[in-house]
């Protein structure tokens, strides 16, 4: 607790950031029990043109669809273009976020980080091979590449969340390499290794637990990059079906001079949510790394 409130205090920015993660997870989790309405129901309203006795089509029913209904107490965010709380799709919206953030992060920071442990502990050619190939991976632009994974089957959530993962796997590799360059180093793995403790030992007792600061600032920030990611392939239409602030965005793009809400709803949560894991991810690492900390 001590230690928390040492960052609260320090890191205040960092302190900010937290505070709007822990907002978007509570959004995320409580979401669907807190929504006022249906991800996909439509609203209707009161038609203000019906009429019985016209023969005008939009004047015999006595309701409509709320179309691009502005704010109001009922619908603070307004309607979409489909008549559907636009709230409500906000929240559902970052649940999505969230899975595809949180869970391509964290397969991408396993990989990555075994990866990078068995090359830069290993070292010489196993190194030089796996390093190479890293190397050629990421020479190719990575929406290239994140266009043919979630073009490999058909579209899904898991599908989204493997492709972010993998994309992800090969920076993380290379950002924990350098670490692990300077642990292999280190007078206690020295030790270890002359009282004959095996290579994986060494890895797993030695080298792993001193990983956990970089690990946890790659997260962080990796998530950020995730979310964002994913709406940008939702805006192009090729994530998962349902709820997405990127799909809210592209949507909103037909009304944006008339109709503004959906598209600053939409990207104003994108926005939010990205800088506040990246500012939270500088406080973490302004925090874990020693030389930041010996520093201040």
Avoid: C
């Avoid at 489909?82 to 999505?96: C, F």
């Avoid at 929406?143 to 058909?154: D, F």
């Amino acid at each position: 607790m001590r230690a928390f409130a040492r960052f609260l205090r320090r890191e205040r920015l960092g302190a900010v950031g937290l505070v709007i993660v822990l907002l978007v997870i509570v959004a995320a989790v409580a979401g669907p029990g807190i929504a006022p309405y249906g991800k996909d129901e439509v609203i209707s309203i009161p038609n203000p043109n019906y009429d019985p006795d016209s023969f005008e089509g939009d004047a015999l029913s006595e309701t409509t669809v709320a179309i691009l209904a502005p704010p109001s107490w009922g619908h603070p965010f307004g309607t979409d273009d489909l008549g559907r709380d636009l709230l409500t799709r906000m929240l559902y919206g970052a649940r999505t976020a969230l899975i595809v953030g949180v869970g391509a992060a964290l397969l991408a920071a396993v990989a990555g980080t075994t990866i990078a442990i068995v090359s830069g502990y290993l070292g010489g050619l196993v190194d030089l091979l796996i390093q190479r190939v890293v190397d050629a991976v990421i020479a190719i632009p990575g929406l290239i590449i994140l266009l043919l994974l979630v073009q490999a089957g058909e579209r899904s959530l898991t599908l989204t969340v493997l492709a972010l993962a993998t994309l992800g796997t090969f920076g993380t590799s290379r950002v924990i390499r350098s670490a692990v360059l300077g642990i292999r180093s280190s007078v206690f793995v020295e030790a270890a290794r002359t009282l004959g403790a095996s290579p994986p030992r060494i890895m797993v007792r030695h080298v792993v637990p001193n990983l956990v600061g970089p690990i946890i600032v790659v997260f962080s920030i990796s998530i950020g990059v995730n979310i964002l990611a994913e709406a940008g392939l939702a805006f192009l239409n090729l994530s998962a079906p349902g709820p997405s602030w990127g799909a809210i965005v592209s949507q909103g793009r037909a009304f944006i001079e008339t109709k503004p809400m959906m598209s600053l709803v939409g990207g104003g949560a994108i926005t939010l949510t990205v800088l506040a894991f990246n500012v939270l991810g500088d406080a973490l690492r302004d925090t874990l790394d020693p030389r930041q900390r010996g520093a201040l």
